[in-house]
Nanobody
Framework: QVQLVESGGGLVQPGGSLRLSCVVSGSIFSFYTMGWYRQAPGKQRELVATITTRGTTNYADSVKGRFTISRDNLKNTAYLQMNSLKPEDTAVYYC????????????WGQGTQVTVSS
């Protein structure tokens, strides 16, 4: 019954901002790591950012200083604030939660499209 639902994607001009949200429902343990990944057409899915329950964050080099990941454990919600967006940020963004104690125990959302274009 675990479900992840992303929202907040859309069309934005270069230099603009978007804020993505991921609401997790079902029996997700609070110690799971949450993260955002993205996949552009013709490319492999790549890590964007992760955050642990305690708030430790990790970012891809390409988004450092521009993106900020956060989470609200009481709401089981993750956020991705994206500033100074570039055309190369265009991709489908996926929310993910992972059990740090089991490598194959994770869940994915359906994705939300982010398009950065003038």
């Amino acid at each position: 019954q675990v479900q992840l639902v992303e929202s907040g994607g859309g069309l934005v001009q270069p230099g603009g901002s978007l804020r993505l949200s991921c609401v997790v429902s079902g029996s997700i343990f609070s110690f799971y790591t949450m993260g955002w990944y993205r996949q552009a057409p013709g490319k492999q899915r790549e890590l964007v950012a992760t955050i642990t329950t305690r708030g430790t964050t990790n970012y891809a080099d390409s988004v450092k200083g521009r993106f900020t990941i956060s989470r609200d454990n009481l709401k089981n919600t993750a956020y991705l604030q994206m500033n100074s967006l570039k055309p190369e940020d265009t991709a489908v963004y996926y929310c993910n939660v992972k059990n740090p104690l089991a490598a194959n125990n994770d869940y994915w959302g359906q994705g939300t499209q982010v398009t950065v274009s003038s």
